[in-house]
């Protein structure tokens, strides 16, 4: 089963564009700055959050955030910092519940109740959704790209859910090469992705590439709606 799964998803990045499901960017001629995509999801969170927006604008990068409904709601300011400091908005459902426990109309639903809640705060409508673990079967994947939504996975993995010290993060740092195209994926309702990045920093990685939404990387252009905010690309 789990070799089923991995070939069929094996098969969906392979043959589906980038812009419908990305998980990592298309490579840049050699005259273009490499670029990679720094995403977060899981947030915001109280503390960390705020903490690593501060880190990334100290730096200039540009990131993604994929926010959970629920957490959205109780950290509104964080949500509307997101979008000021021009970082990216996705959805990552409400609930973050267990994708095998979800049925495709609850899935859907929650992705719906998010975007209605991030547009009230920002007017922004999320282009791309990242679901929970990046599970998804076909019924939730159809159901997202009929909504004209795009579904944005990772290429690298840190695990830093699973960080608990300082030496863990070096080890970590100082054995990444970043490649053209990465989309990597923090968690910033915990404490390590901001010491990621600042090491990521020491090392000079951020004076190599460039630093790019996960929509930019995967070629989506934004419409513009009346109110000067982007709002998704939907065909409804
Ligand atoms: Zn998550």
């Not at 730096?59 to 709601?73: I, P």
């Not at 920002?122 to 929970?132: A, G, S, Y």
Request: hydrophobic share 40%; net charge neutral.
């Amino acid at each position: 089963m789990n070799l089923l799964r991995k070939t069929v998803k094996w098969l969906l990045t392979s043959c589906v564009p980038s812009r419908w499901l990305l998980t990592r960017g298309p490579r840049q001629t050699a005259s273009k700055t490499p670029r990679i995509a720094l995403t977060f999801d899981d947030g915001p969170h109280l503390e960390y959050t705020g903490k690593l927006l501060d880190i990334l604008q100290a730096n200039h990068l540009q990131a993604t955030f994929f926010v959970v409904g629920k957490n959205a709601e109780q950290s509104p300011g964080l949500v509307q910092r997101i979008v000021a400091e021009r970082h990216e908005l996705g959805n990552h459902t409400w609930s973050h519940g267990e994708p095998s426990q979800t049925s495709p109309s609850l899935f859907l639903e929650e992705i719906r109740r998010t975007d209605e809640m991030l547009v009230e705060l920002t007017d922004v409508v999320p282009q791309t959704v990242r679901p929970p673990k990046g599970e998804l079967n076909l019924a939730k994947l159809r159901g997202l790209w009929k909504q004209g939504k795009n579904v944005a996975l990772w290429n690298v993995d840190p695990r830093d859910y699973r960080m608990t010290s300082e030496a863990e993060v070096a080890a970590w740092v100082s054995t990444y090469e970043p490649q053209d195209g990465d989309v990597l994926l923090f968690h910033d309702n915990q404490p390590w992705a901001s010491q990621i990045i600042t090491q990521l920093a020491i090392r000079g990685t951020f004076n190599r590439f460039q630093t790019v939404s996960v929509s930019t990387l995967a070629g989506i252009i934004p419409r513009i709606c009346s109110t000067g905010a982007a709002v998704a690309s939907a065909s409804s």
